[in-house]
């Protein structure tokens, strides 16, 4: 059974700084497209970030030149470096494998997220 484990998260004043990490038990981690989605109150889930399994990198407008995505193959974990936080950044945030060509996983499964909350 597949298992995502999001953590780091928590309370942060705005322009600081959180690193997030995921933890996959997928069989074969490095050749999965990954990337770090979140939800907000009352919105839908939303891409943030991906990385492919050549570490290529995409993010959200939103996010562009505050957040960095990486990823350690050998460790099968993920990271967001989250850098100049902003309030609308508030969410619950995800991990998960993602389809580059559409944005979205694939993978029926989703971890219980880890709560970023950006309020001075």
């Known amino acids: 059974q597949v298992q995502l484990v999001e953590s780091g998260g928590g309370l942060v004043q705005p322009g600081g700084s959180l690193r997030l990490s995921c933890a996959a038990s997928l069989s074969i981690f490095s050749i999965y497209d990954m990337g770090w989605y979140r939800q907000a109150p009352g919105k839908q889930r939303e891409m943030v970030a991906t990385?492919?399994?050549?570490?290529?990198?995409n993010y959200a407008e939103s996010v562009k030149g505050r957040f960095t995505i990486s990823r350690d193959n050998a460790k099968k974990m993920m990271y967001l470096q989250m850098n100049s936080l902003k309030p609308e950044d508030t969410a619950v945030y995800y991990c998960?494998?993602?389809?580059?060509?559409?944005?979205?996983?694939?993978?029926?499964?989703w971890g219980q997220g880890t709560q970023v909350t950006v309020s001075s």
């Open positions: 998960n494998d993602v389809n580059v060509a559409t944005m979205t996983p694939t993978l029926p499964y």
């Open positions: 990385i492919t399994s050549g570490r290529t990198t």
